[in-house]
Nanobody, 115 residues
Framework: QVQLVESGGGLVQPGGSLRLSCAAS????????VGWYRQAPDKQRELVAE???????NYADSVEGRFTISRDTSKNTLYLQMNSLKPEDTAVYYC?????????WGQGTQVTVSP
């Protein structure tokens, strides 16, 4: 099993930046894929960015060129650097990892983009 704890959310003005972190503990050596998802009020949870096996990254069209996903395996931490934030990026952001066919989620961190 894996435990995930996100941090780094908050209130930021449009055009600003935030970096989210997701610290993993437990059976981290067996993690297969990692990613960030978000859920805005009254909307379905959606993929933001992910790192697939082999290191290939995948981004949602809405964040391509503004967000960057990365991981530091020595610290068992996943990051999401978010630049040029827009009000429509407001959501609860979740990290997700897959391990042995199962998906594990963090508790989420709120990101609010507002003047």
């Amino acid at each position: 099993q894996v435990q995930l704890v996100e941090s780094g959310g908050g209130l930021v003005q449009p055009g600003g930046s935030l970096r989210l972190s997701c610290a993993a503990s437990g059976s981290t050596s067996s993690i297969y894929t990692v990613g960030w998802y978000r859920q805005a009020p009254d909307k379905q949870r959606e993929l933001v960015a992910e790192i697939l096996s082999g290191g290939r990254t995948n981004y949602a069209d809405s964040v391509e060129g503004r967000f960057t996903i990365s991981r530091d395996t020595s610290k068992n931490t996943l990051y999401l650097q978010m630049n040029s934030l827009k009000p429509e990026d407001t959501a609860v952001y979740y990290c997700r990892v897959t391990l042995s066919g199962y998906a594990y989620w963090g508790q989420g961190t709120q990101v609010t983009v507002s003047p």
